[in-house]
Structure formats: C-alpha cells, structure tokens
C-alpha cells in the first residue's frame, strides 16, 4: 500500500545544531506539506512544495528550509535549532488537484534542548 | 492571516450524549474539512463540505457548511468511547493547491 513516512519519529538535539527530518511518499503526489503542531496554535504550515524543484514558504518558515529534489521526498532542515522549535512536525502529501484528501505521516517529536 | 477557531477547545463527556464542536472565521472558505487525530498520529480526512448550507452525514457524525462558507460544525450523536481523539477542522481556498488552514482543535474525550 501506498504510505507517506517520517523519520526520525523522536529526536532530541541542541540549541544552535541543524537537524533534518526526512519524508518519504509513494503515492507519486505532486503536492508535499511540513506543519508544526503546537498546543494552542493547531497546525501551522512551515513550507509546502507543487512539485520537483518547486518550495515555497509558509507561515511559519523562519528557520527552516525544504528541498525537493524527486517526487518522493520533501526533508526539512532547522539550520540552528532553537528551543522554539520544539514540537511536533507533521508532513502531508496531496494530488495536484484542488480539494483532494491530504495524507499525513505519522509527525516526528522533535526537543530542542 | 486566515484564522479558524474552534469551540469548545475541551470537552469531556460520557459515553450516550451528543455534542456539536463549532468552527469559525471571518473569512470566506471554498470548502472545509474536518479531521480526526489520536494520539501519535496524524490528522485522518473526515469529510469534506463544498456548499454553503452543505450537510454531510458520516454515521452517527454530521457535518454542516454555513450558508455563508465562513462557518461549520460537527454534531456527534450518541458518542462512544472510540470518538475520543483531537478534532480539526480545516479551510481551503480556491487556487492555493490544498494549502488548509487549520483551527485551534477540539480535544474530546467520551468516557463510559
């Protein structure tokens, strides 16, 4: 079955190091999605990407960068984490169409310590 | 900044009550979803309402667009122990691509 994964699913670093989180889907969509979950905030969109070559801010993207170099992947990279940081990062992946089901992995817990 | 809040934030009640979870903006959506999270996982696609005045039915769950498409609700009947989780929703608009802006959440727990 098609999926979308993340990894890692836990991760604790510290102030000022870079940390990337990896995503990986094989429904071949063309839409990729990073949103942190914070409590009180719900989700908030941090980059998004329409297809290979393609990212865009969101936001929520100071901080942070995406790279999409195939279809499949979409990692996102704290250039210097900082304890704001932490939180639960969820990517999702969609088909081009507008309105279509958006699929979500299952988030990394990232702590900035 | 499109914002969506949701109301109540909480709520505890036991299992065999119903409850409606409200989703408001001031803006104009062309559509709105709502999703189901538990917890360590993902938000889960409920339904999606397309329609001002839309009203979806999912079981015992009913979905309702606002004429105006600024607004909707979730009504819960009989609420069972497995409706406990963290409800979304969720508005898109045309020509963002599923770029969804979320609401603050509804965190529900049914206890027996």
């Known amino acids: 079955d098609a999926e979308i994964t993340q990894s890692p699913r836990h991760k604790i670093t510290e102030t000022g190091r870079q940390v990337t989180l990896a995503c990986h889907q094989t429904w071949n969509h063309n839409n990729m999605f990073w949103y942190r979950q914070d409590l009180g905030h719900g989700l908030r969109l941090i980059h998004y990407?329409?297809?290979?070559?393609?990212?865009n801010k969101g936001e929520v993207s100071d901080g942070y960068s995406v790279s999409r170099s195939n279809t499949e992947d979409l990692p996102l990279t704290l250039e210097s984490a900082a304890s704001s940081q932490t939180s639960v990062y969820f990517c999702?992946?969609?088909?081009?169409?507008?309105?279509?089901?958006?699929?979500f992995g299952e988030g990394s817990w990232l702590t900035v310590v | 900044t499109q914002l969506l809040e949701q109301s109540p934030q909480f709520l505890s009640i036991q299992e065999g009550e119903n409850l409606t979870v409200y989703c408001n903006s001031s803006?104009?959506?062309?559509?709105l979803q709502w999703y189901r999270q538990e917890p360590g996982e993902g938000p889960v696609l409920l339904v999606t309402?397309?329609?001002?005045?839309e009203v979806k039915k999912l079981k015992r769950l009913t979905f309702q667009f606002g004429d105006a498409r600024k607004d909707s609700s979730l009504h819960i009947t009989a609420a069972q122990p497995g409706d406990t989780g963290l409800y979304l929703c969720a508005g898109l608009n045309t020509g963002t691509a599923s770029k969804l802006t979320f609401g603050t959440g509804t965190r529900l727990q049914v206890t027996l």
């Open positions: 999702a992946s969609s088909e081009s169409r507008v309105g279509n089901t958006i699929y």
């Open positions: 990407s329409y297809g290979v070559q393609d990212t």
């Open positions: 803006s104009v959506f062309s559509s």
């Open positions: 309402v397309v329609t001002g005045g």
